[in-house]
Nanobody, 124 residues
Framework: QVQLVESGGGSVQPGGSLRLSCAASAYTYSNNYMAWFRQSPGKEREGVAAIDTERGFTFYADSVKGRFSVSREAAKNTMYLQMNALKPEDTALYYC?????????????????WGQGTQVTVSE
C-alpha cells in the first residue's frame, strides 16, 4: 500500500525558512518522480517542485525558483523541500505526491499517491 507521510510544516515570519519532509514506502520512492504541491483556500492545487528520485534532476515553479530547493535521501526513502525567504503568499497546505504516471510533473492528475498535507503559514 502506498503511504506518504509529510512533516515539518509550521508558522514562520516573512523571510524565514522551513524544511518539509515526505517519507515514502520503498516502492513509491523508487517509482521515478515525486513532487510537492500546495493549495490555499479558494485556489487550485499547484505544483511547486518535483524531483527525479533516481537521477536527482529537479524542477521548480517560477514562483519559488531561487527560494525553494527539493532534494531526496534514498537511504530513508524521503523527499525534502527546503523553503527559504518565505513570503505570505507561500501560505498553504503542502502535499507530497508520488507514483507519477505521465502528463506533466505539475499536473495534479499525473500522480495517484498523495500525503495528508502539512500546513505552512507565513505571517508577521
Amino acid at each position: 500500500q502506498v503511504q506518504l507521510v509529510e512533516s515539518g510544516g509550521g508558522s514562520v515570519q516573512p523571510g524565514g525558512s522551513l524544511r518539509l519532509s515526505c517519507a515514502a514506502s520503498a516502492y513509491t520512492y523508487s517509482n521515478n518522480y515525486m513532487a510537492w504541491f500546495r493549495q490555499s483556500p479558494g485556489k487550485e492545487r499547484e505544483g511547486v517542485a518535483a524531483i527525479d528520485t533516481e537521477r536527482g534532476f529537479t524542477f521548480y515553479a517560477d514562483s519559488v525558483k531561487g527560494r525553494f530547493s527539493v532534494s531526496r535521501e534514498a537511504a530513508k526513502n524521503t523527499m525534502y523541500l527546503q523553503m527559504n525567504a518565505l513570503k505570505p503568499e507561500d501560505t498553504a497546505l503542502y502535499y507530497c505526491a508520488a507514483n507519477y504516471k505521465g502528463g506533466g510533473l505539475f499536473n495534479v492528475a499525473a500522480y495517484n499517491a498523495w500525503g495528508q498535507g502539512t500546513q505552512v503559514t507565513v505571517s508577521e
